[in-house]
């Protein structure tokens, strides 16, 4: 159900990735350390995840239903509570208007009304409240094939059960690994999702990686370490091991 891209996409993919990774949470993008970087604090997550929450992934931007978007763009934590950046906008640009929230939080992103239901160190899920943004995330794509670009927003930021489960099926089952290779290996799946790694520092023990969709950078993980839960397409993962060559992420959800 997935697929590795053959060179001359991959390229043009890490490319993608590269170009957007740069500004896309402000912070130069996945540079390769040059120290251990502190490891999170936690707690993994604080709150609840309810269904019609949407997902938006840590370092990666969500474009909302009925325009606009929202970036998860920083996170602390304290050992007992998290709060996480919100940064207005799909993708990063200069003067965005930015907001630290917590859980049970009203705010607004974008000129979308939201309840933060949950904060992790991998995603906040955001729960709309308007009944107009709660249906616009569970309808239908016009189809179900990946265009490519913005075409694929119906795919890459929803709630609809058909997207899901479709995306569902595009990784190995639960138990079961991804290994992502380094050095322009990246991965494509049914519903227009491509994973790449950008490094990895076998001496201070972590990596870097991430996923485009809809032509967005939609999660960039940095600095993660074995044993970090991660997210793509709405299926969690645990970073099980870091090698030089790969990440291999053991799925984690049903």
């Given amino acids: 159900m997935f697929r590795r891209i053959g060179s001359r996409t991959a390229v043009g993919v890490a490319a993608l990735l590269a170009l957007a990774?740069?500004?896309?949470?402000?912070?130069?993008?996945?540079?390769?350390?040059?120290?251990?970087?502190?490891?999170?604090?936690?707690p993994a997550c604080v709150g609840r995840a309810p269904a019609d929450g949407l997902h938006v992934l840590r370092g990666g931007g969500f474009r909302l239903p009925g325009g606009g978007g929202v970036q998860y763009a920083a996170a602390d934590a304290d050992g007992t509570s998290r709060t996480a950046v919100l940064r207005d906008g799909a993708k990063y640009q200069a003067g965005q208007r930015q907001q630290t929230v917590r859980t049970g939080q009203r705010i607004r992103a974008a000129g979308h009304a939201f309840t933060v239901s949950q904060i992790c160190s991998y995603r906040v899920v955001l729960e709309p409240t308007d009944a107009k943004d709660k249906a616009a995330a569970v309808a239908a794509p016009p189809s179900m094939k990946p265009a490519?670009?913005?075409?694929?927003?119906?795919?890459?930021?929803?709630?609809?059960?058909s997207v899901l489960a479709a995306a569902s099926k595009g990784f190995p089952p639960r138990g079961q690994t991804l290994s992502v290779l380094r050095n322009g290996g990246v991965w494509s799946f049914?519903?227009?999702?491509?994973?790449?790694?950008?490094?990895?520092?076998?001496?201070?023990?972590?990596?870097?990686?991430?996923?485009?969709?809809?032509?967005?950078?939609?999660?960039?993980?940095?600095?993660?370490?074995?044993?970090?839960?991660?997210?793509?397409?709405?299926?969690?993962?645990?970073?099980?091991?870091l090698t030089e060559k790969a990440v291999r992420l053991t799925r984690t959800s049903a």
């Fill in 190 to 241: 049914p519903t227009g999702l491509s994973i790449r790694v950008s490094y990895i520092d076998t001496d201070t023990g972590v990596a870097g990686f991430g996923g485009v969709c809809a032509a967005l950078p939609v999660a960039q993980y940095k600095d993660a370490r074995v044993g970090d839960p991660v997210e793509f397409a709405g299926v969690r993962f645990t970073v099980s091991e």
């Fill in 148 to 161: 490519g670009g913005e075409a694929d927003n119906g795919l890459c930021f929803t709630n609809n059960p």
């Fill in 21 to 42: 990774g740069c500004g896309s949470s402000g912070d130069g993008g996945h540079e390769q350390p040059t120290a251990a970087p502190a490891a999170d604090k936690g």
